[in-house]
């Protein structure tokens, strides 16, 4: 377990990024995002980020394991663009409620295993696809475990994700390599499970300028309760259907289910 102070890594150096937003949303629950930092290692990515550029990561993790903070931990990193998360599609915008985390790596290589900047790397290992990345050191896995420990301790996560699994439209990012994908899941669960016996509602509002349809069924047929005006206030009771439809329930009282593309989290 790392200790934070001050909402600071106090293990970690410390370098401000140029650019970064207002504190996070209280009320919202917290996330983790990762990303690649797609340069040529973590010093040159941390000279970058603090310049005057309109992207910042909370954290940067090198091969070597090493972490170099950009971001108070109570402010908000310009790091996920437009995004929402891929099963609770009304939390948008999640630069307000989530942290910022990336590998010193080079991104996507090309078929020599030749970075964008021109670096080819022998080390280079194919995806199911064929594509192929730089793998992430154990020393970079064990920093970024223990640090969303830490955070899960201090904050609270609700869940970890990609870069690539939250960007929107989807397609817009590939980070972080697919070779990650198993072990932020085993992360997300980790963090996400001690909520399953007391699931938490979340607050949210319709975001839908025609109104919409409070349904008995959680179906596009069921039958309608109300139909609820753009932005009623309601709590939502995670976690959604396959077909998009969640419990929802309205500040005087109806339950019932509506869609959640229509749903924008408060």
């Not at 917290?30 to 990515?45: E, L």
Request: glycine content about 8%; some cysteine.
């Amino acid at each position: 377990m790392l200790r934070i102070s001050n909402n600071r890594i106090t293990t970690a150096d410390y370098v401000q990024a140029g650019s970064f937003g207002g504190p996070l949303n209280r009320d919202l629950m917290r996330y983790v995002v990762a990303h690649d930092t797609a340069g040529r290692d973590a010093a040159s990515t941390v000279q970058y980020l603090n310049c005057n550029v309109k992207a910042s990561y909370h954290v940067v993790i090198a091969r070597d394991g090493s972490m170099t903070q950009l971001v108070s931990l109570a402010c908000q990193a310009h790091h996920a663009g437009r995004s929402a998360l891929p099963d609770k599609p009304w939390v948008q915008g999640l630069n307000r409620c989530s942290y910022g985390i990336a590998f010193d790596s080079p991104g996507q290589l090309d078929e020599l295993g030749t970075a964008w900047f021109g670096e080819r790397y022998a080390d280079a290992v194919p995806d199911a696809t064929g594509t192929l990345w730089r793998p992430y050191t154990d020393e970079q896995l064990r920093s970024f475990e223990t640090l969303v420990e830490t955070l899960d301790y201090q904050y609270d996560i609700a869940g970890v994700y990609s870069h690539r699994a939250v960007a929107t439209p989807a397609g817009r990012k590939n980070d972080t390599s697919p070779l990650l994908d198993g072990f932020l899941r085993a992360m997300h669960h980790r963090v996400e499970d001690k909520q399953v016996d007391f699931p938490l509602s979340e607050r949210g509002v319709v975001n839908a300028a025609g109104g919409l349809n409070l349904r008995a069924e959680p179906h596009r047929m069921g039958r309608i309760i109300e139909t609820m005006p753009l932005w009623t206030a309601l709590n939502i009771e995670p976690p959604a259907l396959d077909n998009g439809y969640v419990m929802v329930t309205t500040d005087d009282g109806q339950t019932g289910y509506a869609h959640s593309h229509y749903l924008q989290g408060a």
